[in-house]
C-alpha cells in the first residue's frame, strides 16, 4: 500500500508534563520542559487547497533554478531557494496568517520570505542559524513531504527533541530553540519519528523571519 504521506500518530506522555502532542518526541522531560513554547508544531494549519495556492504560485518562479549541492556555510544538500516579498492575495492571506500565529504584534519582521525547496534526495544538517541574517523567531511552512526536523543542545548532544513535519503543518522555533540547539532535516534514509518510518520526497518550506536584533523595522506608515 503506498503511504499517504501523513502520519497520525496519538499523545505522548511526558513524565512531569503531563500529554505532549504527537507530533513532538524528545530525549526526555528536562528538553521537553526546556523547549516547551519554544518549539512549536501546528499540524493541519493550512487546508489542501492552501496548499495548493502556494505551490502553484512558487513552482514557475522554482523550476528556473537549479538544485545546488554546495551551500555556502556547508548547511543544506540538494536545494533550491529563493526570497520572495510580493505575493497573490490569496497567497498573502496565508502568509498574514502565518505572521498573526507566530510573531507578537509589536515585532518587526523580514519583509522577504524565504521559500527553500528540497530535493527527494537532498537534506539540511545541523546548524544554527546567523544572528546577522533573522532574529530570535522563525516561522515555516510545510509542503508536499513530511519530513523530521532534529533539534540537538549545542552544548550537549544527549539532549534532544524531533519534530514531525507533515505537509500543511506551521512549525514555529523561538528562543532557545534557536539559539542554544542546533537544527537539521533528516534525509530519507535517516527519516524515522521514533519507530515511524517518514518517507521523505521533494519538500518546500516557506519561512518568516523576525529581524535581526538592532536591525530597524519597515517605516511607519
Given at each position: 500500500?503506498?503511504?499517504?504521506?501523513?502520519l497520525?500518530?496519538?499523545?505522548l506522555?511526558?513524565?512531569?508534563?503531563?500529554?505532549?502532542p504527537?507530533?513532538?518526541?524528545g530525549?526526555?522531560?528536562?528538553?521537553l520542559?526546556?523547549?516547551?513554547?519554544a518549539?512549536?508544531?501546528?499540524?493541519?494549519?493550512?487546508?489542501?487547497?492552501?496548499?495548493?495556492?502556494?505551490?502553484?504560485?512558487?513552482?514557475?518562479?522554482?523550476?528556473r533554478?537549479?538544485y545546488?549541492?554546495?551551500?555556502?556555510?556547508?548547511?543544506?544538500?540538494?536545494?533550491?531557494?529563493t526570497?520572495?516579498?510580493?505575493?497573490?492575495?490569496a497567497?498573502q492571506?496565508?502568509?498574514?496568517?502565518?505572521?498573526?500565529?507566530?510573531?507578537?504584534?509589536?515585532?518587526?519582521?523580514?519583509?522577504?520570505?524565504?521559500?527553500?525547496?528540497?530535493?527527494?534526495?537532498?537534506?539540511?544538517?545541523?546548524?544554527v542559524?546567523?544572528?546577522?541574517?533573522?532574529?530570535?523567531?522563525?516561522?515555516?511552512?510545510?509542503?508536499?513531504?513530511?519530513?523530521v526536523?532534529?533539534?540537538?543542545?549545542?552544548?550537549?548532544p544527549?539532549?534532544?527533541?524531533?519534530?514531525l513535519?507533515?505537509?500543511?503543518?506551521?512549525?514555529?522555533l523561538?528562543?532557545?530553540?534557536?539559539?542554544d540547539?542546533?537544527?537539521q532535516?533528516?534525509?530519507d534514509?535517516?527519516?524515522?519519528?521514533?519507530?515511524?518510518?517518514?518517507?521523505?520526497?521533494?519538500?518546500?518550506?516557506?519561512?518568516?523571519?523576525?529581524?535581526?536584533?538592532?536591525e530597524?523595522?519597515?517605516?511607519?506608515?
Amino acid at each position: 500500500m503506498v503511504w499517504s504521506g501523513r502520519l497520525a500518530l496519538g499523545a505522548l506522555r511526558a513524565p512531569g508534563l503531563g500529554t505532549w502532542p504527537g507530533w513532538l518526541r524528545g530525549s526526555g522531560p528536562t528538553v521537553l520542559r526546556r523547549l516547551r513554547g519554544a518549539a512549536v508544531v501546528r499540524p493541519g494549519f493550512l487546508s489542501s487547497a492552501e496548499e495548493e495556492t502556494l505551490k502553484q504560485e512558487l513552482e514557475p518562479e522554482l523550476r528556473r533554478r537549479r538544485y545546488e549541492y554546495d551551500h555556502w556555510d556547508a548547511a543544506i544538500h540538494g536545494f533550491r531557494e529563493t526570497e520572495k516579498s510580493h505575493w497573490s492575495e490569496a497567497s498573502q492571506a496565508i502568509l498574514q496568517r502565518v505572521r498573526a500565529a507566530a510573531f507578537p504584534p509589536a515585532l518587526a519582521q523580514l519583509p522577504m520570505v524565504h521559500v527553500l525547496d528540497l530535493h527527494q534526495n537532498g537534506y539540511i544538517k545541523p546548524h544554527v542559524d546567523s544572528i546577522k541574517f533573522c532574529g530570535g523567531i522563525i516561522a515555516g511552512l510545510s509542503l508536499l513531504s513530511p519530513s523530521v526536523m532534529r533539534l540537538v543542545d549545542t552544548q550537549d548532544p544527549q539532549e534532544w527533541l524531533e519534530l514531525l513535519l507533515e505537509p500543511g503543518s506551521l512549525y514555529i522555533l523561538r528562543g532557545p530553540a534557536r539559539y542554544d540547539f542546533s537544527h537539521q532535516i533528516l534525509r530519507d534514509e535517516e527519516s524515522f519519528f521514533g519507530e515511524h518510518r517518514v518517507p521523505r520526497g521533494r519538500r518546500i518550506s516557506v519561512i518568516c523571519r523576525s529581524l535581526p536584533e538592532g536591525e530597524p523595522g519597515p517605516p511607519s506608515k
